[in-house]
Nanobody, 126 residues
Framework: QVHLVESGGGSVQAGGSLGLSCALS????????MAWFRQAPGKEREGVAA????????YYADSVKGRFTISQDSAKNTVYLQMNSLKPEDSGMYFC???????????????????WGQGTQVTVSS
């Protein structure tokens, strides 16, 4: 079993920055892909960014390219999402997800992901 715990959410004004963390525990050796998703009230959950556990890929949603950066620290078994130049439309619950598959170009498909965290709230005010 794998457990994911997100942290780092909060409230910030537009233009500000926040950094999210996702700590992995349990049997993580067969995980190949990690991702961040988000869900705003009344909207479907959407992919934000993904990274290969071997450092072989990173992908971003068009809406966050150039503002968000996904990274990882393998020694700490932690995945990060640095969010800069935040906009009110970035508000929502942010979820960390892990996949046993190599998700590649279809990283945004939720069905790939076997494990999910409980989420951390991000609120961006105008």
């Amino acid at each position: 079993q794998v457990h994911l715990v997100e942290s780092g959410g909060g409230s910030v004004q537009a233009g500000g920055s926040l950094g999210l963390s996702c700590a992995l525990s349990g049997y993580t050796y067969n995980l190949h892909s990690m991702a961040w998703f988000r869900q705003a009230p009344g909207k479907e959950r959407e992919g934000v960014a993904a990274i290969g556990r071997l450092g072989d890929f990173t992908y971003y949603a068009d809406s966050v390219k150039g503002r968000f950066t996904i990274s990882q620290d393998s020694a700490k078994n932690t995945v990060y999402l640095q969010m800069n130049s935040l906009k009110p439309e970035d508000s929502g619950m942010y979820f960390c997800a892990a996949a046993q598959s190599w998700v590649g170009g279809t990283w945004y498909f939720e069905g790939w992901y076997n494990y999910w965290g409980q989420g951390t709230q991000v609120t961006v005010s105008s």
